[in-house]
């Protein structure tokens, strides 16, 4: 997947869609696409607004076509930047970026979040952006903690119980039966107290939890549109978190 990912934002008329059409047009091509035609000075302005200063090794697990971590590679050519996930599509088309930014100290890895391959306290900053809400929580995070080091930060970002509303409202009015069946899921298991099972919403004081259970310190918890400029909350519930903890 050689798509372009530009240095400024470009115009992308499938975020003018409703997110539960979003939801049944998504391919790994559509989500490769979306992802980069944000541009890479919106990451850049994103990870700014977070407070996140790149000062080691950075990680991001579950990078998807690894748009985050391409721009931290970027920016930040003394350390290096390493982007892990399972699927080799998206990997491929984040090594196509490698090489066409000739990013030497980004490195493209395919594992497993359960599982990550590196040794204890290895990176001072680890991401996890977009995934947490698929995948059993306790035992990912555990490994996000494991390899951070002391003092190091961990950057979150996970989908909230306004997301998944918006989804099976939207989807209701349009008779999609099947993504209303898919999103009701997440709100299910959340729900019946499942922490540690995948396909669960997050809020704010779950994410508090998580990070006291870890021994944390949560720097900052801030909801925001999961498509800017997507509204923050749905019906009063966050549709989107980012959080920063340090270790």
């Known amino acids: 997947?050689?798509?372009?990912?530009?240095?400024?934002?470009?115009?992308?008329?499938?975020?003018?869609?409703?997110?539960?059409?979003?939801?049944?047009?998504?391919?790994?091509?559509?989500?490769?696409?979306?992802?980069?035609?944000?541009?890479?000075e919106w990451y850049r302005n994103q990870l700014s607004s977070l407070g996140i200063e790149i000062n080691g090794p950075v990680l991001d697990a579950g990078c998807g076509p690894g748009q985050w971590a391409i721009v931290m590679a970027e920016a930040n050519s003394e350390f290096p930047v390493v982007a892990l996930d399972t699927n080799k599509e998206l990997l491929s088309a984040a090594?196509?970026?490698?090489?066409?930014l000739g990013l030497e100290n980004l490195q493209i890895k395919q594992g497993e979040i359960y599982k990550l391959?590196?040794?204890?306290?290895?990176?001072?900053?680890?991401?996890?952006?977009?995934?947490?809400?698929?995948?059993?929580?306790?035992?990912?995070?555990?490994?996000?903690?494991?390899?951070?080091?002391?003092?190091?930060?961990?950057?979150?970002n996970v989908s909230g119980l306004g997301f998944y509303l918006t989804n099976i409202i939207g989807s209701a009015k349009?008779?999609?039966?099947e993504i209303m069946r898919q999103n009701y899921r997440f709100i299910k298991n959340?729900?019946?107290?499942?922490?540690?099972?995948?396909?669960?919403?997050?809020t704010?004081?779950?994410?508090?939890?998580?990070?006291?259970?870890?021994n944390l310190r949560?720097?900052?918890?801030?909801?925001?549109?999961?498509?800017?400029?997507?509204?923050?909350?749905?019906?009063?519930?966050?549709?989107?978190?980012?959080?920063?903890?340090?270790?």
């Open 174 to 177: 349009s008779c999609k039966k």
């Open 190 to 202: 959340t729900l019946r107290g499942g922490n540690n099972d995948p396909f669960t919403y997050f």
């Open 204 to 214: 704010k004081s779950r994410i508090e939890r998580i990070g006291k259970e870890f």
């Open 95 to 100: 090594n196509f970026q490698k090489s066409k």
């Open 117 to 156: 391959p590196f040794e204890d306290e290895s990176f001072s900053l680890t991401c996890c952006i977009g995934v947490l809400q698929l995948v059993r929580v306790r035992e990912a995070f555990s490994e996000l903690v494991r390899v951070t080091k002391p003092g190091g930060q961990i950057l979150i």
């Open 1 to 40: 997947m050689d798509f372009d990912f530009p240095e400024k934002q470009q115009i992308n008329s499938r975020l003018e869609l409703p997110m539960h059409i979003r939801w049944k047009l998504s391919t790994l091509e559509n989500y490769t696409e979306d992802k980069y035609l944000y541009g890479r």
């Open 218 to 247: 949560v720097r900052s918890i801030e909801a925001t549109g999961l498509y800017p400029p997507q509204k923050k909350t749905f019906l009063g519930a966050g549709v989107n978190w980012y959080a920063t903890f340090f270790k």
